[in-house]
Structures are given as C-alpha cells and as structure tokens.
C-alpha cells in the first residue's frame, strides 16, 4: 500500500449514476464497495463529497436567487450525499462520521480538525458535509483544505474521466492522457484538473493530486496500491 492516509474527493454528478438528478442506488452502492476494499488494507480515508447532482450555488442566479443563498443551498445538498453516502457505507460494514462545515448537531459532528484525525486514526471514515461552510467556494477547495488539515497524503479526485488531458478528451477525438504532470505546466497549459482556489491551496502545499475514474472497478485500490492510473499532479 502506498499511502497511510488519504483524501477522496466524489462529485455530486457521479452519484447520478444513469439518472439526470439526484441519488443512484446502484452507484452508491458500488462506490462503498470500493471505498471498503482499501478500507480494509488499513487505509485511512476522509471523503469530501460534492453536491452538484442536487444543487450548485451559480445555478441559482439562473433563477433569481441571491448567490449567497444560492450556495448555502449547495451546502446543504452536499450533506444531502454525505447522509447518503454514509448510510450505505454502514450497510457495508464500515464505521463512519460524518462532519460539517455548517453547525447541524441532530445530523452530524461540527468540522474539529483533531476530532477528525481522531476518528481516522480509530478507523472511521470522515466525510466532510457543507463544504468549508462559506459560500463562494467549492467542494473542490474543501478537498484540497481539508486534506491538508488532516495531513492527508493525497487528493484522490474520483471523476468520469480517466485523468487529465492535453484538451478535453469527450469533445476531441485527439486528446491524450498525461500520466504524470506539474502544477506549473497545468498552469502554463491553461488545463482544468480543479478551481484555481483549489489547485493553488495543494500547490504551495507541495499535496499531490490523483485524478482518476472512480467509475472503472478496481481503480481506487490501483491507485492505493500505487499502479499508474490516471493522472499524477505534483
Ligand atoms: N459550496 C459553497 N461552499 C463550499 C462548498 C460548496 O458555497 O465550501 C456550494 C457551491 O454553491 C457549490 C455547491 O455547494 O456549487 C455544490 O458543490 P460543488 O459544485 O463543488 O459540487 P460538485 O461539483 O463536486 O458536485
């Protein structure tokens, strides 16, 4: 195995499974599969779970809510997943807590850094609800805030794609994949692996980041047990 602790950053889309909207059992389920199946190496993990397939703070200035509002909302469709995604990793055999950067004391624990690495150490996996808890953020950035926290050695961003191309790979037939890339040559590049908030908080944190497809069986224990899949950006 090669890391001890890591971060798993899951979008809100990619819990849609076939659907247009909203939770896919099927997708939730095989997630917690695979998340137990590194678990179970003694693998450490947060979770940082979007909450794009619910509600996403710029969609509300389409619909004449205030963008504030707008991603208080988004905040909450994020532990909207987080409960999801915590239910059935406990149906899975797994011990988990959920915390949140938005005080809801009924549903989950408030965000404490030391509390968290406490329950990674004792084996729990930590999924981080509501974002950092302010708007004009992303789940993007809590991923790359939090791992840092919690000293995670690494970002895992399970997307749909299977890493980080020379130019978007489901639009031209030509794109290739890089294996490995800089932080300055994703700049130099104008290549998109995260929101520039995000990105810059894992770089001057010397944090790698793994873009890989969460969806393809087996992936996530690849990239535990250190095979070359997807892309690597350190
Ligand atoms: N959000 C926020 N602050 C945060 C994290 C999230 O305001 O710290 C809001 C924001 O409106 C965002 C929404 O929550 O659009 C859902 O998160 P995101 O779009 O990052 O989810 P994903 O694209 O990963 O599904």
Do not use: W
Request: contains cysteine.
């Amino acid at each position: 195995m090669k890391y001890k602790r890591v971060l798993l950053k899951l979008s809100g889309e990619a819990l849609m499974g076939q659907q247009q909207y909203g939770i896919d059992a099927n997708r939730l389920d095989q997630y917690a599969k695979e998340i137990k199946r590194v678990h179970d190496l003694g693998l450490e993990i947060a979770i940082v779970i979007g909450g794009g397939n619910i509600f996403r703070g710029v969609q509300a200035e389409n619909s004449g809510i205030d963008r504030v509002q707008g991603d208080y909302m988004g905040m909450l469709a994020t532990v909207i997943n987080g409960i999801a995604l915590q239910s059935s990793l406990e149906k899975n055999g797994m011990y988990t807590r959920l915390m949140s950067g938005l005080e809801m004391e009924k549903v989950c624990e408030p965000f404490i850094r030391r509390r968290a690495i406490r329950h990674l150490e004792k084996g729990r996996i930590v999924i981080f609800g509501a974002g950092l808890g302010n708007p004009y953020f992303t789940t993007d950035s809590t991923a790359s805030l939090r791992a840092i926290e919690i000293n995670a050695e690494v970002v895992l961003k399970g997307t749909r794609v299977d890493g980080v191309y020379t130019s978007d790979p489901e639009k031209d037939p030509h794109a290739e994949k890089y294996a490995k890339i800089t932080f300055q040559e994703v700049y130099e590049k104008g290549l998109s692996v995260m929101d520039m908030t995000a990105f810059t908080l894992c770089q001057e944190n010397k944090l790698p980041i793994i873009v890989f497809d969460m969806n393809k069986g087996g992936n996530l224990f690849k990239v535990i047990e250190g095979e070359e899949v997807g892309t690597l950006i350190n």
